[in-house]
């Protein structure tokens, strides 16, 4: 994984709002080294306070904390026992910042990391807001090769889109997929062929337009 090229020199007057970035990345050393439940819980409390965080500077690439922070949060969000649902409301936040969105598609590449978390046995809750942080990852994502994650992606995606759109939140999910579809698929044709492999293409296609229909209608 590439990361942002960092400012050596950090200005001492505003050092203090990275703290809780810092603290995290001690925890995050300490889970790798242990994975007692003591780190664990202070991942998710640091995580808590950077997610709530106002000032979305403190997600601007560039800064050595920050490069820290996000390449500590990939690293733990690939473990099984990671805290996983504390840092997609981390990616929420920081997703909101520019600057930061580009990194978190480009520089640390946090799709595969998301869609290894999409499933049927989370909740409907769940699923809306990963699929929103997606939503916003997955915008400009360039994928030069068939990664091992598009197949499975493309097969829940395509799943969500396709099952019936009766009650609210399964329309919000479905419109949501089929978003997080469109982005991935954008100029990429691994993605095109990841898809292809996946559904019936004239079918997918037909349920599209009456899904447009309905959207209209609705």
Same mark, same amino acid.
Request: hydrophobic share 40%; net charge neutral.
């Given at each position: 994984?590439?990361?942002?090229?960092?400012?050596?020199?950090?200005?001492?007057?505003?050092?203090?709002?990275?703290?809780?970035?810092?603290?995290?990345?001690?925890?995050?050393?300490?889970?790798?080294?242990?994975?007692?439940?003591?780190?664990?819980?202070?991942?998710?409390?640091?995580?808590?306070?950077?997610?709530?965080?106002?000032?979305?500077?403190?997600?601007?690439?560039?800064?050595?904390?920050?490069?820290?922070?996000?390449?500590?949060?990939?690293?733990?969000?690939?473990?099984?026992?990671?805290?996983?649902?504390?840092?997609?409301?981390?990616?929420?936040?920081?997703?909101?910042?520019?600057? +930061?969105?580009?990194?978190?598609?480009? @520089?640390?590449? !946090?799709?595969?990391? $998301?869609?290894? *978390?999409?499933?049927? /046995?989370?909740?409907?809750?769940?699923?809306?807001?990963?699929?929103?942080?997606?939503?916003?990852?997955?915008?400009?994502?360039?994928?030069?090769?068939?990664?091992?994650?598009?197949?499975?992606?493309?097969?829940?995606?395509?799943?969500?889109?396709?099952?019936?759109?009766?009650?609210?939140?399964?329309?919000?999910?479905?419109?949501?997929?089929?978003?997080?579809?469109?982005?991935?698929?954008?100029?990429?044709?691994?993605?095109?062929? +990841?898809?292809?492999?996946?559904?019936? @293409?004239?079918? !997918?296609?037909?349920? $599209?337009?009456? *899904?447009?229909?309905? /959207?209209?209608?609705?």
């Amino acid at each position: 994984m590439e990361v942002d090229s960092v400012d050596p020199v950090s200005n001492p007057s505003d050092g203090g709002k990275f703290v809780n970035l810092k603290l995290f990345v001690t925890a995050a050393r300490e889970f790798e080294n242990t994975h007692s439940e003591n780190a664990v819980n202070l991942m998710n409390r640091y995580l808590g306070l950077i997610a709530s965080s106002c000032d979305l500077s403190i997600f601007s690439p560039g800064r050595s904390e920050v490069c820290a922070f996000f390449s500590s949060l990939w690293r733990v969000m690939c473990d099984g026992r990671g805290p996983h649902w504390a840092g997609v409301a981390v990616l929420s936040r920081a997703s909101i910042e520019p600057s +930061a969105r580009h990194a978190l598609t480009h @520089t640390y590449k !946090f799709m595969p990391i $998301l869609s290894r *978390l999409l499933s049927d /046995s989370i909740s409907n809750d769940k699923k809306i807001k990963l699929l929103s942080v997606m939503q916003d990852i997955s915008y400009g994502i360039k994928i030069s090769w068939q990664e091992s994650y598009l197949a499975s992606l493309m097969k829940q995606l395509t799943e969500w889109i396709t099952q019936p759109m009766t009650e609210p939140q399964h329309r919000t999910i479905g419109h949501k997929s089929l978003t997080v579809l469109v982005n991935v698929c954008y100029g990429n044709l691994p993605a095109i062929y +990841a898809l292809m492999r996946t559904v019936d @293409t004239k079918d !997918f296609v037909v349920h $599209l337009i009456n *899904l447009k229909v309905y /959207s209209l209608v609705y």
